[in-house]
């Protein structure tokens, strides 16, 4: 029985999509722990303190050294005090990474770039002046943000990773303040 032409080119490519998908390994699951050097205004809002940080992620090996790692992060950096005011800022983060493995296996040196929704919250309190009260402010924010970086894997189950994290935090004033961070972690697989 022959088969028609567009039969023969949606075998052809399921076929395709099959072969990929074998070569593909299972989605693997893991943690991050990491520390956020803050830079710019983020850096002079928190008194340059460095922020910790926690996340959990799933990485899906598409093969030839081409991974994809959706990512949900929390930061949170103490309070710093800056001409009066005490500030307190956190970020939680949820993005997709994509990792590169020039090697073409998911072992070894790694470049990555990712994109994101980080849901930032800055709390600013004012000390006390004269005969004016102590006030402070809430303010909560959700922007587009960026990384870029690289990492290793040391074996199957460690590695260690350096990103640039670019973003910003809302405020009350036209000004928009940017909210980047050198983060350095450790990751984790199961």
Do not use: C
Request: glycine residues 14%; charged residues 15%.
């Amino acid at each position: 029985m022959p088969v028609g032409p567009r039969l023969s080119i949606a075998l052809a490519v399921a076929l395709a999509f099959g072969a990929a998908q074998a070569r593909a390994e299972g989605p693997g699951f893991g943690l991050q722990l990491h520390a956020n050097v803050p830079t710019g205004d983020l850096k002079t809002a928190v008194d340059n303190k460095p922020g910790a940080g926690l996340g959990a992620h799933v990485t899906f090996d598409l093969g030839a050294g081409h991974v994809i790692r959706p990512r949900f992060d929390a930061v949170f950096y103490p309070e710093g005090t800056v001409d009066g005011f005490k500030t307190k800022a956190s970020d939680l983060s949820l993005g997709a990474d994509y990792l590169y493995f020039p090697g073409g296996k998911p072992d070894g040196l790694y470049l990555t770039a990712g994109l994101g929704l980080h849901r930032w919250s800055v709390d600013t309190t004012i000390s006390a002046i004269g005969s004016f009260p102590a006030t402070s402010a809430s303010q909560t924010s959700t922007r587009f943000g960026y990384s870029a970086g690289l990492g290793y894997t040391f074996n199957a189950t460690l590695g260690a990773e350096l990103r640039y994290v670019g973003s910003s935090y809302a405020n009350q004033t036209a000004w928009d303040p940017k909210a980047n961070a050198i983060q350095i972690g450790m990751t984790f697989r199961f």
